[in-house]
């Protein structure tokens, strides 16, 4: 890991040349940092001058190439938080513990250069005088032919505004987000306005179990922000409907959109002007692209990109139950009707877990003879029991369909004993050796039996998609479907309990990665855990 919690990156090469040098310039950065990397911009500076002041390179076209060579070479470093800063003035949300600049770009001496590094990160951003300072690469290491400063750049300005917005999800800050938010920045002398998507906005982006909640959205912006441009004022609100504010608002001048939501902000004039308020000017900014995306990933960075690269990951730490054996590790899956949840269970019986059906064990206890079976008939009558003497599970779930009191009298009853027959069943999974036992469980969760796993797995998939496979595999209208999954746990629910989660939206052999992924991602948690 990286020996620095956060760090402060000084470039001075001319705007023109970033391009080229930002790929190895935030390799190496990286190499050092850990938490989030601040770039500071100052073409032409010499560290080793005395006492070198800070400034804010001009707001040009050239700038914006630059930050977008940037960010598009972080995102190349997997979880690299950069922010690359407008303007000095405050104090950094998470001070720098350390000061880097490229050796390439600072000639001389290293001792005056680091010097240059402490006095210009104190007078910019109220850092310790002390901090230690390294130059990273050697004297030699610039590319070979940078380009000339482009013809017109000194000339060439950005339009600036008053109050500028900008609205957009922005989950998991990427960097096309903080290009976009750079933008604003580089736009607005006085305000931004910046609207936040949530609520029904939210519903039919993908993965949207996985969207983190509006307050932390909005947090993070607003420290990124703060950080990039502290001069400006920032208004953070949330957007209940596509337009928000910037229908209304007098004030806003510029609405800052992509390539994408261009129809979205021409949308937004036609609301001003029957509104009776001015057209914003629209002022569009490109797409990034993704050089590593998969097969199922948009070619764009986006955050539904990087939600799906969640799958299959540990969401948040096991459960520490010092009662619970740790051999066999145990995985409990569950998911909604439709979600995909058998199909994962089978791959991983193929990877080597030993599994447990709970449906299995459900259909045992109704059984004759089953450790259900009496207390069942006479909670709920003879007219469940059929001609054979076996219960008859379709007038049992007509009884207590959509009577909370009496499904509550049937689950008292069924499930403690189902989890007497699963614990039967982790010990069996011992006794054969196994290290990995996976309990697939539709209601693992309602039935509190997360008590029993070290990890919950939740398998999620869109409503819309879970309508068609109910009414194409049971049979049922779409809205007897609709009402099967309106009254179980959402899916939202779920992955509020999950330490992983899987989705089985895309082709079989995009589920089978996933789950070859979780698998692995386990298998090294389980040899950590068991040390050397």
Known sequence: MAPFASGLLVLTAPLPVLPRRAAAALAAAAGVVAGPLYVHLQPGLRLAAPAPLPAAPPAGPALLRALAALYEAAAAQRGLDLRVLLGPGRRLARPPRVLLASAAEAPGPPGPVELGLQHLAAAAYGCPPRLPALLLGGPGDAPDGDPPGEPGDPEEALPDFSDVAVGGTFDRLHGAHRLLLSACCLLARHRLLAGVADGDLLRHKVLAELIEPYEVRAAKLREFLEDVKPSLRYDIVPLADPY?????????????????????????????????????????????????????????????????????????????????????????????????????????????????????????????????????????????????????????????????????????????????????????????????????????????????????????????????????????????????????????????????????????????????????????????????
């Not at 029991?385 to 008292?412: C, P, W």
């Not at 499930?415 to 054969?432: K, L, N, S």
Request: one cysteine or more; proline letters at 5%.
């Open 244 to 532: 928000g504010p910037s229908v209304t608002d007098p004030d806003l001048q510029c609405l800052v959109v992509s390539e994408e939501t261009r129809r979205g902000g021409e949308a937004v004039n036609k609301k001003r002007l029957e509104n009776g308020l001015p057209e914003l000017a629209l002022y569009e900014i490109l797409l990034m692209k993704d050089p590593d995306h998969s097969q199922n990933e948009e070619e764009k960075i986006s955050s539904s990109s990087l939600r799906q690269r969640l799958l299959g990951t540990l969401l948040r730490p096991p459960r520490q139950d010092p009662t619970l054996p740790s051999r066999p590790y145990v995985i409990g899956l569950t998911g909604g009707t439709g979600s995909g949840k058998t199909s994962i269970a089978k791959l991983l019986g193929q990877l080597g877990a030993f599994l447990i059906d709970a449906d299995k064990l459900g259909h045992a206890v109704y059984l004759p003879g089953g450790p259900a079976y009496e207390r069942v008939v006479a909670a709920f009558g003879a007219e469940i029991v059929n001609e054979d003497g076996t219960i008859n599970r379709k007038v049992l779930g007509a009884k207590v369909f959509g009577n909370q009191e009496r499904l509550k009298s049937l689950t008292d009853i069924v499930w403690p004993e189902m989890a007497q027959m699963v614990r039967e069943q982790i010990r069996e999974a011992d006794a054969q050796g196994k290290a990995v036992c996976v309990l697939d469980a539709a209601v693992l969760l309602e039935a509190g039996w997360q008590d029993m796993v070290h990890e919950v797995w939740t398998a999620v998939i869109p409503e819309e998609e879970a309508v068609k496979r109910v009414m194409a595999r049971d049979g049922l209208s779409e809205e007897a479907a609709r009402g099967r999954l309106r009254s179980q746990m959402t899916n939202s629910q779920r992955v509020e309990q999950s330490q992983v989660v899987l989705c089985t939206l895309w082709e079989p052999d995009v589920t089978r990665k996933q789950v070859e992924k979780a698998w692995d991602l386990l298998q090294q948690r389980l040899s950590l855990d068991r040390g050397p």
